[in-house]
């Protein structure tokens, strides 16, 4: 399947409808060359699907203006072995969105993880609905914010998937940080990052904004 209609898919269920399978991330060696051309040939696929896909969530009269999305240079300093904290009870509760939709989330747990020295935390979350569907038990979401907002990045924050693996440790790839549809339309309903989930850093990697 297609980058962009995994991300669709995994969209369309986090807003209540229906979509496909995420790949798990693990924590091991990797080859940096390799690393980095896997990130690029993932953002030119990509560009090519938000162009032609039918499912794009670029708007058809949009299309003839588009070349490629924006992001950051990918970085291995931002591809982070974080510790994982999962919680005995998952508490349940609606999360806010851009419309007035609320969709069921439970918060999973959290991940800590260092960066230029200094520690940080981001809240786990999973929706309801997506976790029953086959394929996605598994799923785990991470919406976020930090100081690039606004400026660099989508006011509206970014999104991460992971996939539980177990272990007292998973990879938070900041690299592979995406925008919600909402940024690119506003027909759209995408969870609002949770306040928790705000880092007073700014997170150079991942996609920046489309268009102002």
């Known amino acids: ?6 991300l669709l898919f995994v969209f369309l269920v986090l807003a209540g409808i229906p979509f496909s399978v995420i790949q798990a991330q693990t924590v091991g060696e990797f080859n940096h060359s390799k690393y980095v051309s896997e990130i ?5 696929a990509k560009d090519k699907e938000m162009l032609t896909d039918e499912h794009s969530p670029i708007a058809p009269d949009e299309k003839a203006g588009f070349t490629k999305l924006n992001y950051f240079r990918p970085k291995v300093s931002f591809r982070k072995s974080a510790k994982v904290e999962r919680f005995d ?3 349940h509760f609606l999360m806010k969105t851009t419309t007035d939709r609320l969709p069921e989330y439970s918060l999973y747990g959290k991940i800590t993880f260092r960066h230029k020295g200094k520690k940080f935390s ?3 979350y999973q929706n309801i609905e997506l976790v029953k569907k086959p394929g996605y038990e598994k799923h785990l979401f991470i919406p976020f914010n930090d100081k690039t ?3 660099e990045t989508y ?9 539980e693996t177990g272990s007292d440790t998973l990879v938070i790839d900041f690299n592979k940080g995406y925008n919600p549809y909402c940024a690119y339309n506003h ?3 995408c969870p609002i990052p949770p306040e928790s989930n705000s880092l007073k ?3 150079k990697a991942g996609e920046k904004k489309w268009h102002n």
């Open 1 to 6: 399947m297609s980058a962009i209609r995994k």
């Open 40 to 44: 690029k040939n993932d953002r030119l």
């Open 89 to 91: 009870q998952a508490t």
């Open 122 to 124: 981001l809240n786990i």
């Open 149 to 151: 907002n606004g400026n």
């Open 155 to 163: 006011g509206g924050g970014r999104f991460l998937d992971i996939t």
């Open 187 to 189: 027909k759209y309903s």
């Open 201 to 203: 850093i700014k997170i």
